[in-house]
């Protein structure tokens, strides 16, 4: 299995903090089934993990896989916090896709999506870089409509589902509304988004499960097929989105 979005490099953000924190996780990773992993540490106002030092601690984290005699290879990229200047930083050798490949992985603001996204979506994709948007389905503008995310895949946008929200850990109604999604063609790709072994664990071969007991092995197939791509940098070929209604999102998550 393929992991595309996971907080592993020690001491860059808020996930692992050391050498030692990143191994464990790394052998949670390998006895959960996973093969690839992509280090995706935040690009932020408040973490700056420059491509530069990516890159370093990526190669690092590959020596201490093989030194342990793990079967993992890690590979590099970023979780972009969406601002302004993001094309600028890309052209600077700031920012960087997933695994070098045509994907660029994209965060927004927890309450709010900012007026900068679509000019900068259309932009990406002029350049020839996907934007994938993480873990939509705890984004509290999603959630109470979700045909803004309908709209942002209608035009061409891919969206990436947090394992542990398909699991429950983030509560039933976001653990509904992520079921909602994958009907509706609306997720792409899913990942663990892992920081620890406690909060945010490895548990991409649960995810898998839940998914495969609730929606068959074809939309296994697909997700899994979409991560495998994703670091091959392969064309991704999504589905018909299919519009959740304003009224149906509403009444779901009732506050």
Request: charged share 25%.
């Amino acid at each position: 299995m393929i992991d595309i979005h996971t907080h592993i490099l020690p001491d860059m953000d808020d996930g692992a903090r050391s050498e030692a924190e990143s191994l464990l996780m790394l052998q949670a990773a390998v006895q959960n089934g996973i093969g690839t992993i992509v280090a995706t540490p935040h690009f932020s106002q408040r973490y700056v993990s420059k491509k530069p030092d990516v890159l370093v601690k990526t190669d690092r984290l590959q020596q201490l896989v093989l030194e342990n005699g793990l079967d993992l290879q890690i590979l590099p990229g970023q979780e972009v916090r969406i601002y302004d200047e993001l094309i600028t930083d890309y052209n600077l050798g700031k920012i960087m896709t997933l695994a070098n490949s045509r994907y660029m992985l994209i965060e927004f603001p927890a309450n709010q999506i900012p007026s900068c996204a679509e000019r900068i979506f259309y932009e990406l994709e002029v350049m020839g870089i996907k934007p994938i948007i993480a873990h939509p389905e705890r984004h509290l503008v999603f959630l109470e409509d979700p045909e803004k995310l309908y709209s942002f895949v209608r035009r061409g946008a891919l969206a990436q589902l947090t394992t542990s929200s398909i699991l429950g850990f983030f509560g039933k109604n976001v653990q509904k509304f992520s079921h909602q999604l994958i009907d509706a063609n609306l997720i792409h790709v899913v990942a663990s988004d892992t920081h620890n072994l406690h909060k945010r664990p490895f548990n991409l071969s649960e995810a898998y499960e839940k998914i495969f007991q609730k929606h068959g092995i074809e939309q296994v197939d697909y997700l899994g097929n979409n991560a495998y791509s994703i670091v091959m940098d392969e064309t991704i070929y999504p589905k018909e989105p299919i519009l959740i209604s304003r009224k149906k999102g509403l009444g779901i998550f009732k506050r």
